[in-house]
């Protein structure tokens, strides 16, 4: 970074876009990714310079950021690009609740907003307490969370930990520490054995058809599609490691679960 705190940066995911929005730093983001959403305002305010995997080189050096954000290992090429450009980069790398809370503080150091993303982090503890709490003594549903529909992919460990502070229990509740996709690919057969009873869905970058989900060979055993519990959950909602998922996110489970 050219100075403290960074007076130009771009988001390459929705997370941290969010984040300084609550912090009230966005006048600081010059550039953002393009899956980029809350606050809907993003989408008119800001330039869009990437996707996930893939980004516009060129048109972020020429929006001379003093500081670009990443996230995983996804990313790692366009990281290294921009670095060997001269370029300063954070990437942040984490997949569970912890893991959220940890990059609002972080973030807001970087920017010189500790205090006001602390107070935003014990906002969302406090919050996520008081759901867990409400959950206490109620009958927990088996849920399967469906991130992606060909192949199958169970949900990653920030929705299973949602999962189970909104009162219900992660079928595949081992599986969501696996941090790639390919290691939470589930066949068919394991989803019927597990027998959910609620079948929550949110295939990244694409409306869920609930009939296709019926429909599969076998699954009319199941619970969740008998008793007709398949629930959407917006992508923006819950598969962006941030605020989003906290909030909007687990409102959107705790709404389908209880």
């Given at each position: 970074?050219?100075?403290?705190?960074?007076?130009?940066?771009?988001?390459?995911?929705?997370?941290?876009?969010?984040?300084?929005?609550?912090?009230?730093?966005?006048?600081?983001?010059?550039?953002?990714?393009?899956?980029?959403?809350?606050?809907?305002?993003?989408?008119?305010?800001?330039?869009?310079?990437?996707?996930?995997?893939s980004?516009?080189?060129?048109?972020?050096?020429?929006?001379?950021?003093?500081?670009?954000?990443?996230?995983?290992?996804?990313?790692?090429?366009?990281?290294?690009?921009?670095?060997?450009?001269?370029?300063?980069?954070?990437?942040?790398?984490?997949?569970?609740?912890?893991?959220?809370?940890?990059?609002?503080?972080?973030?807001?150091?970087l920017?010189g907003?500790?205090?006001?993303?602390?107070?935003?982090?014990?906002?969302?503890?406090?919050?996520?307490?008081?759901?867990?709490?409400?959950?206490?003594?109620?009958?927990?549903?088996?849920?399967?969370?469906?991130?992606?529909?060909?192949?199958?992919?169970?949900?990653?460990?920030?929705?299973?930990?949602?999962?189970?502070?909104?009162?219900?229990?992660?079928?595949?509740?081992?599986?969501?520490?696996?941090?790639?996709a390919?290691?939470?690919?589930?066949?068919?057969?394991?989803?019927?054995q597990?027998?959910?009873?609620?079948?929550?869905?949110?295939?990244?970058?694409?409306?869920?058809a609930?009939?296709?989900?019926r429909?599969?060979?076998g699954?009319?055993?199941?619970p969740?599609?008998r008793?007709?519990?398949?629930?959407?959950?917006?992508?923006?909602?819950?598969?962006?490691?941030?605020?989003?998922?906290?909030?909007?996110?687990?409102?959107?489970?705790?709404?389908?679960?209880?």
């Amino acid at each position: 970074m050219r100075g403290f705190p960074p007076s130009r940066i771009i988001c390459l995911t929705e997370e941290t876009v969010e984040t300084l929005y609550l912090l009230g730093e966005e006048d600081r983001i010059v550039g953002v990714s393009g899956y980029a959403v809350r606050p809907p305002k993003v989408r008119r305010e800001k330039p869009r310079v990437s996707a996930f995997t893939s980004a516009d080189i060129p048109k972020i050096l020429e929006l001379e950021p003093d500081l670009v954000l990443t996230f995983s290992d996804l990313q790692a090429e366009i990281a290294a690009e921009l670095i060997r450009a001269g370029v300063a980069v954070h990437a942040f790398n984490h997949r569970d609740v912890a893991g959220i809370l940890a990059m609002i503080r972080t973030l807001g150091a970087l920017v010189g907003a500790a205090d006001r993303a602390e107070a935003l982090a014990r906002e969302y503890e406090a919050r996520l307490e008081e759901v867990a709490s409400s959950a206490n003594g109620r009958w927990r549903p088996r849920v399967y969370f469906e991130e992606w529909d060909k192949p199958l992919i169970s949900g990653i460990g920030w929705v299973s930990e949602l999962v189970g502070i909104a009162g219900g229990e992660d079928v595949f509740l081992a599986l969501g520490k696996q941090k790639a996709a390919k290691d939470r690919i589930v066949s068919p057969e394991d989803v019927i054995q597990a027998a959910p009873d609620i079948i929550l869905a949110s295939w990244c970058g694409k409306k869920v058809a609930p009939d296709r989900i019926r429909q599969r060979p076998g699954w009319d055993a199941i619970p969740a599609v008998r008793d007709d519990r398949i629930v959407e959950i917006k992508s923006p909602l819950i598969l962006q490691p941030g605020p989003a998922a906290l909030t909007d996110g687990l409102d959107a489970i705790v709404a389908a679960i209880r």
